[in-house]
């Protein structure tokens, strides 16, 4: 069924909040924003209240009516699942009651959802309902115009993290270098996560292995991974796979290359 064009919730009273957020950029991209999404477009009158970190604004993107920039001093903790290590419960449940009560005069608050992270919940991999995730990334247009300036050819586009991949008839793009020369002009309205979602979607495959977030994030773009030297199980890696994206595994990238156009190419 054809999806109905977003409708912003400016005017509305009610409101759903999304955050505190402290945990792994991966676990937020995977197992949190969605939610959020799925809860926009099942509520698209509802005003989505995102607390954050500023580097992950665009997992929620234009879905979100209100982005609240959550600031931890860096280098202080190590993110760990859903949570900080060594980071106070009492200051994490001091974030969850800041946030609401910040906005409960102002709207009426549909519902608040916040990992938990007491116990051994912080480890507790669906703690959000798994089948309303929605992996339907939709950043602000601010991010697509900074990878269109630093990208100049997008045609035939391969990413990867892996140093002197050279392949005829494809532009090979570095991640890392893309993202260091893209993190000269992040902002709150160009984001880490914002860039980082846009070159993916506007590639034809990656090059890389389940340890890095290029591949992590593919998969949930529906984007063909080229797994080179893979540690990770199948299992394990079919866990991390919600839309089934193509996954080909091989020592030697430019034997992946081959079966990727021998199998899965358009």
């Not at 009516?65 to 001093?73: F, K, N, R, S, V």
């Not at 050819?153 to 260091?180: C, G, P, Q, S």
Request: aromatic residues 16%.
């Amino acid at each position: 069924m054809k999806q109905k064009k977003l409708r912003k919730a400016f005017g509305s009273k009610q409101a759903f909040i999304f955050g505190p957020f402290i945990g792994e950029f991966y676990w937020e991209a995977f197992r949190f924003a969605p939610y959020a999404i799925s809860i926009k477009k099942r509520f698209p009158r509802h005003n989505i209240i995102v607390f954050t970190r500023p580097c992950s604004f665009d997992l929620y993107g234009k879905y979100s009516d209100i982005l609240i920039p959550l600031t931890i001093e860096k280098g202080m903790y190590v993110a760990q699942n859903f949570k900080l290590k060594a980071y106070p419960l009492s200051e994490y449940k001091a974030l969850c009651r800041y946030i609401k009560r910040a906005y409960m005069n102002y709207f009426e608050i549909t519902d608040h959802f916040f990992p938990r992270i007491d116990g051994f919940m912080w480890k507790v991999k669906w703690q959000f309902p798994r089948d309303y995730m929605d992996y339907d990334f939709k950043p602000r247009k601010q991010n697509k115009v900074l990878v269109d300036r630093i990208c100049k050819n997008l045609n035939n586009l391969v990413l990867t993290n892996i140093r002197a991949v050279n392949l005829e008839n494809y532009n090979v793009i570095n991640i890392d270098t893309f993202l260091k020369n893209a993190g000269k002009y992040f902002s709150t309205s160009v984001t880490y996560s914002g860039c980082l979602i846009e070159i993916i979607k506007s590639c034809e495959f990656v090059i890389s292995d389940f340890s890095s977030i290029l591949a992590q994030m593919a998969v949930l773009l529906n984007k063909p991974v080229i797994s080179v030297k893979e540690k990770l199980s199948d299992d394990q890696i079919y866990l991390m796979n919600p839309k089934n994206t193509p996954i080909i595994k091989f020592d030697d990238y430019k034997e992946g290359v081959k079966e990727y156009e021998n199998n899965f190419r358009p």
